[in-house]
C-alpha cells in the first residue's frame, strides 16, 4: 500500500523565499523577475501562474513533474544561494505559495505565486543601490537589470527601486538590502513612498543630472576647438 502525506489547509498562504533577476519589459511599461534555474527562460510577473517549461498540458505542480514554482522555507538558505559567483547580481524575493502546492523537507513546488518584497543587494562597487540598470543580458522583450549605485549609472537603462515597484504592481515591496520593508498601511504617506524610496528617487535624479552636465560640458569643448579663430 502507497502512503499518502495529509491534505494541508492552512488559513492563509505560506511563506516562502527564493532568488531572481529583474527584469524590464523591452518598451520600458512593465516589470517582473526571471528565475535562475529551472524554468530561467520564461519571466514571470509579480502575481502569476506557473506553466510547465516542458510545454506538457498538465497543470503544475505535477508529481510525475518538476514544473511549478520554486521556493524554500528558510530565508536564511535562499540567502545563502546569493553567495554563489553565477548568482551574486539576483534579489532576494519574499513570496506568498499560492494555489496548489507540494511541501518538500527543503520548501515548495507550486501552482501560483504572488512576490511580496524584493530585497536588492549592493551595486557591483559595493555601494548602496540607488537604481535597477541594464545588466547587458536579457530574455527575448526583457531586459535583465542589476543593483546599481548613482556613481555606477552612467547613462545606463535605469529605473529606480520605487519605479521598479510601481510598473510591477501589486503591492510589491522594493527594498535595498539592510533596510526593512514599510508596513502594509503606513499613514500620510503620498503615493506609497517613504523616506528611503524618495531619497533613491533624489538619487538617481542626481545621477543623471551629472551624467547630462558631462556630456554638455564635453559638447561645450568641442565647440569651442572647432569653431572660428580670429
Given at each position: 500500500m502507497r502512503l499518502r502525506l495529509p491534505?494541508?489547509?492552512?488559513?492563509?498562504?505560506?511563506?516562502?523565499?527564493?532568488?531572481?533577476?529583474?527584469v524590464l519589459s523591452q518598451d520600458g511599461t512593465r516589470a517582473g523577475f526571471t528565475g535562475v534555474s529551472l524554468g530561467g527562460a520564461l519571466p514571470y510577473a509579480v502575481l502569476d501562474d506557473a506553466s510547465c517549461v516542458y510545454g506538457r498540458r498538465h497543470r503544475p505542480p505535477a508529481r510525475l513533474c518538476d514544473c511549478g514554482f520554486h521556493c524554500v522555507h528558510d530565508r536564511a538558505a535562499a540567502e545563502a544561494l546569493l553567495c554563489t559567483t553565477e548568482h551574486r547580481a539576483a534579489v532576494l524575493l519574499e513570496v506568498s505559495v499560492l494555489g496548489v502546492?507540494?511541501?518538500?523537507?527543503?520548501?515548495?513546488?507550486?501552482?501560483?505565486?504572488?512576490?511580496?518584497?524584493?530585497?536588492?543587494?549592493?551595486?557591483?562597487?559595493?555601494?548602496?543601490?540607488?537604481?535597477?540598470?541594464?545588466?547587458?543580458?536579457?530574455?527575448?522583450?526583457?531586459?535583465?537589470?542589476?543593483a546599481c549605485c548613482p556613481l555606477c549609472l552612467r547613462g545606463r537603462?535605469?529605473?529606480?527601486?520605487?519605479?521598479?515597484?510601481?510598473?510591477?504592481?501589486?503591492?510589491?515591496?522594493?527594498?535595498?538590502?539592510?533596510?526593512?520593508?514599510?508596513?502594509?498601511?503606513?499613514p500620510d504617506r503620498p503615493e506609497g513612498l517613504g523616506v528611503p524610496e524618495l531619497v533613491a528617487e533624489a538619487a538617481l535624479l542626481q545621477a543623471r543630472l551629472d551624467w547630462f552636465q558631462t556630456q554638455l560640458a564635453h559638447l561645450g569643448e568641442?565647440?569651442?576647438?572647432?569653431?572660428?579663430?580670429?
Open positions: 491534505t494541508e489547509r492552512p488559513t492563509e498562504p505560506p511563506t516562502g523565499y527564493k532568488i531572481a533577476h529583474p502546492y507540494i511541501r518538500f523537507e527543503r520548501g515548495f513546488r507550486y501552482a501560483r505565486q504572488r512576490v511580496r518584497t524584493a530585497t536588492v543587494g549592493p551595486c557591483a562597487c559595493g555601494a548602496p543601490p540607488a537604481a535597477l540598470a541594464d545588466a547587458d543580458w536579457g530574455r527575448p522583450g526583457w531586459r535583465a537589470l542589476t537603462t535605469s529605473v529606480s527601486l520605487a519605479s521598479f515597484a510601481r510598473l510591477a504592481g501589486h503591492g510589491l515591496r522594493v527594498v535595498a538590502g539592510g533596510t526593512t520593508p514599510a508596513p502594509d498601511h503606513a568641442r565647440g569651442t576647438d572647432g569653431g572660428p579663430k580670429g
